[in-house]
């Protein structure tokens, strides 16, 4: 079995990922926003024995980040693997006619994207500054999560402060195709969502997923919507992972993995351990995610145990 927690550590965030026949998964280094300068990946052939990576990105790469390097997301594209992330904790609009890189960390910043050749790196800063830097329909330039559909089609969710918005990520991942209104990005948010945007298909249903309640409390938790669509509407269905007091409090901002050729799938997540001590105390874990015959998903039962070994067929 795995255990839970995966590792020794304070990790939150965690982006799971099947990419060149292994698991992975990319976590936020939990800490002060001060001290968040880097993103570690651990991979893994069966979910069970997993290796760290240390550093696979930080800030002598991505040289605008000054603080609060965060919520990486991954994707995969013709052999090269795009490394999405949050820099700066952004407060307000970027680019002011005033901006001063050595006393304006919080006016600067937003989504980033690094490329490489290996899930483990080395990566180069793709674009030497954000690829998101504005907030558009309110939504803060966080927690972003690509989604590729059936036909191709790569789709981009993101955002914090209770807003999510929907754009279409251009062929080589240096800004966004238009919707036929002309905007860039829709909003596309549910009733309840917070932050922690997340999409898998199965069966032919788009589930779309969030996170809720406060990340530094015991009220964080994740919900979701099922859709015949990735554009949605996501009329939200319930919750389905949330604290525990016997296990640990405040589980959210996850993602969601299926073994390839099987109907096996996991959420990994982070929580709060008990007694918790600081803000920053989250550690990643991995638990079986279930469907009733309807499709919709039972409620997850987080666990000491975690999963067993399961791996990739090749």
């Known amino acids: 079995m795995s255990g839970n927690p995966l590792w020794e550590g304070w ?42 990576h ?3 990105l930080d800030t002598s790469i991505v040289k605008w980040v000054r603080q ?9 594209k013709d052999g090269r693997y795009f490394l999405f992330f949050g820099g700066n904790d952004v407060q307000r609009p970027s ?35 954000p690829l998101i830097d504005t907030f558009y329909h309110d939504a803060q330039p966080i927690d972003q999560f690509a989604f590729r559909d059936t036909d191709g089609t790569d789709y981009f969710f993101y955002g914090g402060w ?25 909003d596309v948010t549910p009733e ?20 809720e309640g406060g990340w530094t409390n015991d009220s964080y938790r994740v919900a979701y919507a099922m859709a015949d669509s990735p554009l949605g509407p996501f009329e939200r269905i319930g919750t389905i992972l949330e604290a525990d007091t016997t296990i640990a409090t ?16 996991y959420i990994v997540y982070h ?32 666990t000491w145990e975690g999963v067993a070994a399961n791996a990739i067929r090749r």
Not at 288 to 298: A, P, V, W
């Open 11 to 52: 990790y939150a965030d965690p982006e799971v990922a099947v990419l060149d026949g292994q698991y992975w998964i990319f976590p936020t280094y939990s800490a002060a926003y001060e001290d968040q300068l880097f993103l570690d990946a651990f991979s893994s052939p069966d979910l069970v024995n997993w290796t760290k």
């Open 54 to 56: 240390e550093h696979v």
């Open 68 to 76: 609060a390097m965060w919520a990486p997301a991954v994707i995969e």
């Open 95 to 129: 680019r002011t006619c005033c901006y001063d890189p050595d006393n304006d960390i919080n006016h600067y910043g937003g989504i980033g994207v690094a490329v490489a050749d290996d899930p483990a790196g080395p990566y180069v800063d793709h674009l030497g500054e």
């Open 162 to 186: 209770g807003k999510c918005n929907l754009g279409i990520l251009n062929d080589d991942y240096t800004g966004f195709v238009p919707w036929e209104d002309g905007e860039l990005f829709h």
């Open 192 to 211: 309840g969502y917070v932050e922690g945007p997340f999409m898998f298909l199965r069966g032919g249903t788009y589930y779309f997923m969030w996170s």
């Open 250 to 265: 405040g589980a959210g901002h996850h993602s969601v993995v299926n073994t390839p050729g099987t109907d096996d799938w």
């Open 271 to 302: 929580r709060r351990p008990i007694p918790n001590e600081g803000r920053d105390h989250r550690v990643t874990c991995i638990d079986r995610l279930y469907f009733d015959d309807d499709g919709t998903i039972q409620p997850v039962v987080m």
